[in-house]
Protein backbone atom coordinates (compact mmCIF):
# COMPACT_ATOMS: atom_id res chain seq x y z
CA UNK A 1 0.00 0.00 0.00
CA UNK A 2 1.58 3.82 -0.28
CA UNK A 3 0.78 6.60 1.87
CA UNK A 4 1.96 10.35 1.53
CA UNK A 5 3.03 12.28 4.98
CA UNK A 6 2.86 16.31 4.70
CA UNK A 7 4.99 17.24 7.93
CA UNK A 8 3.25 20.83 9.20
CA UNK A 9 -0.43 21.52 8.29
CA UNK A 10 0.24 25.21 8.82
CA UNK A 11 3.17 26.75 7.21
CA UNK A 12 3.80 30.86 7.39
CA UNK A 13 6.31 32.61 5.71
CA UNK A 14 6.94 36.74 4.48
CA UNK A 15 6.07 37.92 0.76
CA UNK A 16 9.43 37.09 -1.24
CA UNK A 17 10.56 34.06 1.38
CA UNK A 18 11.52 30.93 0.18
CA UNK A 19 8.08 28.27 0.78
CA UNK A 20 9.42 24.78 1.48
CA UNK A 21 6.35 22.21 1.80
CA UNK A 22 7.52 19.06 2.84
CA UNK A 23 6.08 15.64 1.12
CA UNK A 24 7.63 12.00 2.49
CA UNK A 25 5.91 9.09 0.49
CA UNK A 26 5.67 5.30 1.51
CA UNK A 27 5.29 3.12 -1.78
CA UNK A 28 6.65 -0.70 -2.19
CA UNK A 29 7.34 -0.04 -5.60
CA UNK A 30 8.18 3.29 -7.73
CA UNK A 31 5.84 5.73 -7.64
CA UNK A 32 4.19 8.68 -9.45
CA UNK A 33 4.18 11.93 -7.14
CA UNK A 34 2.33 14.82 -8.04
CA UNK A 35 1.39 18.27 -6.01
CA UNK A 36 -1.93 20.03 -6.06
CA UNK A 37 -3.05 23.36 -5.10
CA UNK A 38 -6.23 24.05 -3.90
CA UNK A 39 -8.06 27.70 -3.33
CA UNK A 40 -10.75 28.34 -0.92
CA UNK A 41 -14.29 26.75 -2.64
CA UNK A 42 -12.59 25.13 -5.64
CA UNK A 43 -10.95 22.04 -6.91
CA UNK A 44 -7.58 21.07 -7.13
CA UNK A 45 -5.22 21.90 -9.76
CA UNK A 46 -1.95 20.17 -10.50
CA UNK A 47 1.29 22.26 -9.75
CA UNK A 48 3.93 19.70 -11.11
CA UNK A 49 4.20 15.52 -11.09
CA UNK A 50 7.50 13.26 -11.11
CA UNK A 51 7.01 10.56 -13.98
CA UNK A 52 10.50 9.09 -13.24
CA UNK A 53 12.10 10.93 -16.48
CA UNK A 54 13.93 13.41 -14.24
CA UNK A 55 14.33 14.02 -10.23
CA UNK A 56 13.83 17.58 -10.38
CA UNK A 57 10.37 18.77 -12.04
CA UNK A 58 9.52 22.45 -12.60
CA UNK A 59 5.68 23.34 -12.29
CA UNK A 60 3.33 25.87 -12.55
CA UNK A 61 3.74 29.90 -11.21
CA UNK A 62 7.43 29.26 -9.89
CA UNK A 63 6.77 26.33 -8.00
CA UNK A 64 9.59 22.88 -8.39
CA UNK A 65 9.87 19.63 -6.46
CA UNK A 66 13.08 16.99 -6.28
CA UNK A 67 12.22 13.52 -6.15
CA UNK A 68 14.96 11.76 -3.59
CA UNK A 69 14.31 8.06 -3.40
CA UNK A 70 17.12 7.55 -1.18
CA UNK A 71 14.65 9.89 1.26
CA UNK A 72 11.84 8.93 0.07
CA UNK A 73 10.68 12.63 -0.60
CA UNK A 74 9.40 15.07 -3.04
CA UNK A 75 9.34 18.54 -1.35
CA UNK A 76 7.79 21.42 -2.71
CA UNK A 77 10.06 24.89 -3.50
CA UNK A 78 9.28 28.11 -4.52
CA UNK A 79 12.01 30.53 -4.01
CA UNK A 80 10.08 33.77 -3.26
CA UNK A 81 6.26 33.54 -2.10
CA UNK A 82 3.65 35.88 -3.84
CA UNK A 83 0.48 36.98 -1.33
CA UNK A 84 -1.47 34.82 -4.13
CA UNK A 85 0.57 31.81 -3.28
CA UNK A 86 -1.42 31.46 -0.06
CA UNK A 87 -3.87 28.49 -0.57
CA UNK A 88 -3.70 24.43 0.34
CA UNK A 89 -1.57 22.23 -1.00
CA UNK A 90 -1.63 18.32 -1.29
CA UNK A 91 0.97 15.81 -2.05
CA UNK A 92 -0.23 12.76 -3.59
CA UNK A 93 0.88 9.14 -4.81
CA UNK A 94 -0.06 6.99 -7.57
CA UNK A 95 0.91 3.31 -8.14
CA UNK A 96 2.80 2.49 -11.24
CA UNK A 97 0.37 -0.26 -11.87
CA UNK A 98 -2.68 -2.24 -10.62
CA UNK A 99 -4.22 0.67 -9.22
CA UNK A 100 -6.26 2.58 -12.16
CA UNK A 101 -5.97 6.43 -11.66
CA UNK A 102 -6.45 6.46 -7.58
CA UNK A 103 -4.38 8.95 -6.29
CA UNK A 104 -3.56 8.86 -2.41
CA UNK A 105 -3.38 12.30 -1.10
CA UNK A 106 -1.18 13.54 2.23
CA UNK A 107 -3.26 15.45 4.60
CA UNK A 108 -2.55 19.00 3.00
CA UNK A 109 -0.50 22.12 4.47
CA UNK A 110 -2.64 25.21 4.27
CA UNK A 111 0.46 28.22 3.08
CA UNK A 112 -0.15 31.32 4.78
CA UNK A 113 1.67 34.59 3.41
CA UNK A 114 1.81 37.55 5.34
CA UNK A 115 3.42 40.61 3.98
CA UNK B 1 -12.16 23.04 -23.97
CA UNK B 2 -14.37 22.40 -20.93
CA UNK B 3 -13.27 21.40 -18.04
CA UNK B 4 -15.06 18.84 -15.31
CA UNK B 5 -18.43 20.13 -14.63
CA UNK B 6 -19.94 19.35 -11.40
CA UNK B 7 -23.87 19.60 -10.37
CA UNK B 8 -24.62 21.07 -8.00
CA UNK B 9 -22.93 23.28 -6.34
CA UNK B 10 -23.97 23.13 -3.07
CA UNK B 11 -27.07 20.32 -1.58
CA UNK B 12 -28.32 20.66 2.18
CA UNK B 13 -29.89 17.35 2.93
CA UNK B 14 -31.80 16.25 5.96
CA UNK B 15 -30.52 12.83 8.07
CA UNK B 16 -31.95 9.18 6.42
CA UNK B 17 -32.62 10.79 3.21
CA UNK B 18 -30.44 10.37 -0.37
CA UNK B 19 -28.72 12.39 -2.66
CA UNK B 20 -27.34 12.05 -5.91
CA UNK B 21 -24.54 13.95 -7.34
CA UNK B 22 -23.31 14.42 -10.81
CA UNK B 23 -19.68 14.65 -12.51
CA UNK B 24 -19.39 15.59 -16.29
CA UNK B 25 -15.70 14.54 -17.22
CA UNK B 26 -13.34 16.60 -20.01
CA UNK B 27 -14.94 15.22 -23.52
CA UNK B 28 -12.80 11.96 -24.08
CA UNK B 29 -11.44 11.24 -20.82
CA UNK B 30 -13.35 7.79 -20.06
CA UNK B 31 -11.59 7.60 -16.54
CA UNK B 32 -14.18 9.37 -13.47
CA UNK B 33 -12.55 9.03 -9.49
CA UNK B 34 -14.58 10.22 -6.82
CA UNK B 35 -13.09 11.66 -3.53
CA UNK B 36 -14.49 12.84 -0.14
CA UNK B 37 -13.01 15.65 1.47
CA UNK B 38 -13.82 16.51 5.04
CA UNK B 39 -10.98 18.83 8.17
CA UNK B 40 -10.92 15.36 9.89
CA UNK B 41 -10.04 13.19 6.95
CA UNK B 42 -9.21 15.07 4.43
CA UNK B 43 -9.32 13.50 0.76
CA UNK B 44 -10.45 10.05 0.49
CA UNK B 45 -10.64 8.10 -2.41
CA UNK B 46 -14.60 6.59 -2.86
CA UNK B 47 -14.26 5.14 -6.12
CA UNK B 48 -13.22 5.05 -9.80
CA UNK B 49 -15.27 4.18 -12.85
CA UNK B 50 -13.91 3.70 -16.81
CA UNK B 51 -15.59 2.66 -19.26
CA UNK B 52 -18.93 2.11 -17.58
CA UNK B 53 -17.05 -0.35 -14.75
CA UNK B 54 -15.86 0.36 -11.21
CA UNK B 55 -12.28 -0.03 -11.47
CA UNK B 56 -11.05 1.27 -7.95
CA UNK B 57 -13.06 1.10 -4.98
CA UNK B 58 -12.01 2.80 -1.82
CA UNK B 59 -12.78 2.03 2.17
CA UNK B 60 -16.34 3.30 2.78
CA UNK B 61 -19.51 1.86 3.27
CA UNK B 62 -22.36 0.58 0.90
CA UNK B 63 -24.22 3.70 1.14
CA UNK B 64 -22.05 4.71 -1.12
CA UNK B 65 -22.28 4.04 -4.73
CA UNK B 66 -21.89 5.28 -8.11
CA UNK B 67 -22.05 4.39 -11.53
CA UNK B 68 -21.49 5.86 -15.40
CA UNK B 69 -22.61 6.48 -17.97
CA UNK B 70 -21.83 5.65 -21.63
CA UNK B 71 -21.11 8.95 -22.53
CA UNK B 72 -19.00 8.84 -19.55
CA UNK B 73 -20.31 10.81 -17.34
CA UNK B 74 -20.45 9.75 -13.67
CA UNK B 75 -23.13 9.92 -10.59
CA UNK B 76 -22.45 8.65 -7.29
CA UNK B 77 -25.59 8.15 -5.01
CA UNK B 78 -25.19 8.40 -0.72
CA UNK B 79 -28.31 6.53 0.65
CA UNK B 80 -29.47 7.06 4.38
CA UNK B 81 -27.23 10.05 4.81
CA UNK B 82 -25.58 10.75 8.28
CA UNK B 83 -24.29 14.03 9.28
CA UNK B 84 -20.63 12.48 8.97
CA UNK B 85 -21.16 12.46 5.24
CA UNK B 86 -21.41 16.33 5.44
CA UNK B 87 -18.19 17.29 2.92
CA UNK B 88 -17.19 18.25 -0.19
CA UNK B 89 -17.55 15.81 -3.16
CA UNK B 90 -14.62 15.67 -5.79
CA UNK B 91 -14.71 14.40 -8.78
CA UNK B 92 -11.49 13.99 -11.27
CA UNK B 93 -11.52 13.26 -14.76
CA UNK B 94 -8.16 11.62 -16.59
CA UNK B 95 -7.59 10.75 -20.03
CA UNK B 96 -5.97 6.70 -19.86
CA UNK B 97 -1.82 7.81 -20.91
CA UNK B 98 -0.21 5.54 -18.03
CA UNK B 99 0.05 6.35 -14.07
CA UNK B 100 1.57 9.67 -14.39
CA UNK B 101 -1.58 11.41 -16.39
CA UNK B 102 -2.78 14.32 -14.84
CA UNK B 103 -6.40 13.87 -12.70
CA UNK B 104 -8.60 17.08 -13.81
CA UNK B 105 -10.76 17.93 -10.94
CA UNK B 106 -14.22 19.96 -10.87
CA UNK B 107 -15.35 22.65 -8.53
CA UNK B 108 -17.33 20.03 -6.13
CA UNK B 109 -20.31 19.51 -4.78
CA UNK B 110 -20.72 20.88 -1.01
CA UNK B 111 -23.44 18.99 0.84
CA UNK B 112 -24.52 19.54 4.16
CA UNK B 113 -26.30 16.98 6.32
CA UNK B 114 -28.41 18.21 8.53
Known amino acids: AQSVTQLGSHVSVSEGALVLLRCNYS??????LFWYVQYPNQGLQLLLK??????LVKGINGFEAEFKKSETSFHLTKPSAHMSDAAEYFCAVRLPTGGGNKLTFGTGTQLKVEL | KAGVTQTPRYLIKTRGQQVTLSCSPISGHRSVSWYQQTPGQGLQFLFE???????NKGNFPGRFSGRQFSNSRSEMNVSTLELGDSALYLC?????????????FGQGTRLTVV
Open chain 2, 49 to 55: YFSETQR
Open chain 1, 27 to 32: SSVPPY
Open chain 1, 50 to 55: YTSAAT
Open chain 2, 92 to 104: ASTQEGGPGTEAF
